[in-house]
T-cell receptor
């Protein structure tokens, strides 16, 4: 059974640039959620994707957007990067949109200079 | 918005001692999760608590849930160095599609 995989693991961008983060869900999981974890904080919900559509969104601006593909993998896109976007971005997959336990990937650490 | 508070935020304890981490949340939910995070790593699922009075144990860790008090506890028995990590509780939203995480408890076990 393959777990949740994310890429890239680390990346550095400058203010105003755009970034795309990728996530492959665990085998058998059709739902992907994205979380942002700032240093020293708990993860914060960005959004969830189910059946290739956004299924719930946290308190993040529209420059945070996402996609889910037919194979259930997902992308997180962030436009017009700001310094405060520096964080660990965690992808989590689950058996369904409201079926409980989340399984997290290793994360993508984004630094914005 | 559902609020989740953990205390203490930092915990330094000697090996062999017992301690409890508390997780309070602000609105009704019957889904509570505990995760462990090592520095620079992702979140590892420890416990899933889905009903009032649920108690689960794994090794030196035991978690419980009181939905009426909106409180979960993570009890550490006879701590060992390998338990040093940050522990998060997370509460599932009533719509089911979002987890609200606490700020975490950074645990250091001293020999």
């Amino acid at each position: 059974e393959t777990g949740v995989t994310q890429s890239p693991t680390h990346l550095i961008k400058t203010r105003g640039q755009q970034v795309t983060l990728r996530c492959s869900s665990q085998s058998g999981h059709n739902t992907v959620s994205w979380y942002q974890q700032a240093l020293g904080q708990g993860p914060q919900f960005i959004f969830q994707y189910y059946r290739e559509e956004e299924n719930g969104r946290g308190n993040f601006p529209p420059r945070f957007s996402g996609l889910q593909f037919p194979n259930y993998s997902s992308e997180l896109n962030v436009n017009a990067l700001e310094l405060d976007d520096s964080a660990l971005y965690l992808c989590a997959s689950s058996l369904g949109p409201a079926t409980g336990e989340l399984f997290f990937g290793e994360g993508s650490r984004l630094t914005v200079l | 918005e559902l609020k989740v508070e953990q205390n203490p935020l930092f915990l330094s304890m000697q090996e062999g001692k017992n301690y409890t981490i508390y997780c309070n949340y602000s609105t009704t939910s019957d889904r509570l999760y505990w995760y462990r995070q090592d520095p620079g790593k992702s979140l590892e699922s420890l416990f899933v608590l889905l009903s009032n009075g649920a108690v689960k144990q794994e090794g030196r860790l035991m978690a419980s849930l009181d939905t009426k008090a909106r409180l979960s506890t993570l009890h550490i028995t006879a701590a060992v160095h390998d338990l040093s990590a940050t522990y998060f509780c997370a509460v599932g939203s009533n719509t089911g599609n979002q987890f609200y995480f606490g700020t975490g408890t950074s645990l250091t076990v001293i020999p």
